[in-house]
């Protein structure tokens, strides 16, 4: 084989690689916007609704917690 056509499989098998982290991260970017568009529509969690001044207002998270 020559020098060529190495380096020419070595950037194909890059490209590929490349490739699946894209598609992987953008299968991560969809996951986490679909969460994200679950808990702005869930009452109980505090300032995804686009109001972090209510999610401020009231106790802190760890005075919830049962011991």
Do not use: F, N, Y
Request: proline share 7%; net charge negative.
């Amino acid at each position: 084989m020559t020098d060529h056509q190495e380096r020419a499989d070595r950037a194909e098998a890059e490209i590929e690689g490349l490739q699946r982290e894209s598609d992987a991260l953008d299968a991560e970017i969809g996951e986490t916007r679909d969460d994200w568009e679950r808990k702005k529509a869930d009452d109980k969690v505090p300032g995804a609704d686009g109001k972090p001044e209510a999610a401020d207002s009231g106790p802190p998270p760890e005075a919830e917690q049962q011991e």
